[in-house]
């Protein structure tokens, strides 16, 4: 069982280029996440996923698209990377609605030069 | 929109010695309440969690948080830390509906020799 799985764990990308981050989950959830992290901002919600077949913008959408493949999967695309999006990006899953956690993957830490 | 708030950034605390991480959250309406804790370069683990019942929940590594629903807080308290326990430590919320949680910006737990 192993949890939330991400990859890559480190990336560098020049201005302008695209990359794709992959997630996984083997716990059977509903609901799937993908966070950005950036010094003294905490967590921020960049899309989710609620089920299968839907995506959500969250807090900070915009340079970003997300594909929910499966209900295991659910990917991260960087059309055009900035720099503006250097950071840790993390992704999650929890059951859907109701009083359960979410459970983290190690996250991805991204460098656009 | 849910908004949690962590007071402290930053919290120095020497070894042996009580810590208190306050967390308070705005809502209303009904919701679940998490600690989490990340250690350098690792994601986020989930350290305890308030769903209902007794307003104080315990972790298995000696911290405790006690829910104040009249105070909307939700602090975290250790009363003897060990240098094993210097990490982020971050406080959410997930509404009794809905899928998303709202974290709060993270304190630094740092425990001096």
């Known amino acids: 069982n192993a949890g939330v799985t991400q990859t890559p764990k480190f990336q560098v990308l020049k201005t302008g280029q695209s990359m794709t981050l992959q997630c996984a989950q083997d716990m059977n959830h509903n609901s799937m996440y993908w966070y950005r992290q950036d010094p003294g901002m905490g967590l921020r919600l960049i899309y989710y996923s609620a089920s299968e077949g839907t995506t959500d913008k969250g807090e900070v959408p915009n340079g970003y698209n997300v594909s929910r493949l499966n209900k295991r999967e659910f990917s991260l695309r960087l059309e055009s990377a900035a720099p503006s999006q250097t950071s840790v990006y993390f992704c999650?899953?929890?059951?859907?609605?109701?009083?359960?956690?979410?459970?983290f993957g190690p996250g991805t830490r991204l460098t656009v030069t | 929109a849910q908004s949690v708030t962590q007071l402290d950034s930053q919290v120095p605390v020497f070894e042996e010695a009580p810590v208190e991480l306050r967390c308070n959250y705005s809502?209303?309406?009904?919701?679940?309440l998490f600690w989490y804790v990340q250690y350098p370069n690792q994601g986020l683990q989930l350290l305890l969690k308030y769903l209902s019942g007794s307003t104080l929940v315990e972790s298995i590594n000696g911290f405790e948080a006690e829910f104040n629903k009249s105070q909307t807080s939700f602090h975290l308290r250790k009363p003897s830390v060990h240098i094993s326990d210097t990490a982020e430590y971050f406080c959410a919320v997930r509404r009794d509906t809905g899928n998303q949680f709202y974290f709060g910006t993270g304190t630094s737990l740092t425990v001096i020799p």
């Open positions: 999650a899953s929890s059951e859907q609605d109701g009083p359960y956690e979410q459970y």
């Open positions: 809502s209303s309406v009904s919701v679940y």
